[in-house]
């Protein structure tokens, strides 16, 4: 995607509130960096979108239907392309593109190919990207593409902690602390606060012992985020979720 050479848009009032200055100012530093160490425009777009919507009536009437909340499930799907549009009219941009979730996923309707990229308004088109692939795929490639340009990046999946770092606790930050793991990469490194236990076994039983500790963090909501294991056969884990 960067040979594209793309101008980055950062959202206040997605997942920080309009009034957090504090938060947003974190949120954008990483953003800015980012853009700053690959060369790329940047915009931010500031907007109550989320504040106008009563979500408790909405989600009242529609999440059982849904499967999940309706920001979740239609919204985000569309109002964040949405929100570009004055920009790309402006800049003469073609084409937004929209960072996929869990490919194939049907409790994301909002956010699947047969919907999103079927959104255009004048001159541009929206584009679902990598909605073929899964989540561990996705931060295999961030991995490669870190070991590969000896980059220090920081990730950010945390829609938690006000003050816009990861809080390494919730469901998002501790998948995601895994995935990296599981690609030989220290999480501490990209973002994220937990203390790696070194394990050197390489026998038959690590497959099933990492399962079952994944399988224990996602039913259970337990923090097992400093007891993380890591050694170079892990790897072979990465198609279990």
Not at 10 to 39: C, E, M, P, R
Request: net charge positive; proline share 3%.
């Amino acid at each position: 995607m960067l040979e594209k050479s793309p101008a980055l848009v950062v959202v206040h009032g997605s997942d920080i509130s309009l009034n957090n200055y504090s938060g947003w100012k974190n949120v954008y530093k990483y953003a800015y960096q980012f853009a700053k160490l690959h060369k790329l425009p940047i915009h931010v777009v500031r907007s109550n979108f989320r504040e106008i919507f009563r979500y408790r009536f909405i989600d009242y009437e529609y999440e059982s239907k849904l499967g999940r909340s309706w920001w979740g499930a239609v919204q985000h799907g569309t109002a964040l392309p949405a929100l570009c549009a004055p920009l790309a009219w402006k800049h003469g941009y073609k084409e937004v593109i929209l960072a996929s979730e869990v490919g194939g996923n049907p409790i994301y309707p909002g956010a699947q190919p047969i919907f999103v990229n079927k959104l255009a308004w004048s001159g541009t088109n929206v584009f679902l990207a990598d909605a073929e692939i899964s989540r561990q795929e996705k931060i295999a490639r961030i991995a490669n593409y870190i070991r590969n340009n000896k980059l220090k990046i920081t990730i950010r999946s945390c829609l938690k902690h006000v003050a816009g770092y990861n809080c390494s606790r919730c469901l998002k930050c501790l998948r995601t602390i895994i995935g990296f793991i599981l690609e030989d990469i220290d999480p501490n490194t990209v973002g994220f606060l937990s203390t790696i236990i070194h394990c050197q076994r390489e026998d038959e039983n690590l497959r099933q012992d990492v399962f079952t500790y994944m399988v224990q963090i996602f039913s259970t909501g337990l923090n097992f985020s400093n007891i993380l294991i890591k050694t170079k056969s892990i790897c072979t884990t990465r198609k279990v979720f």
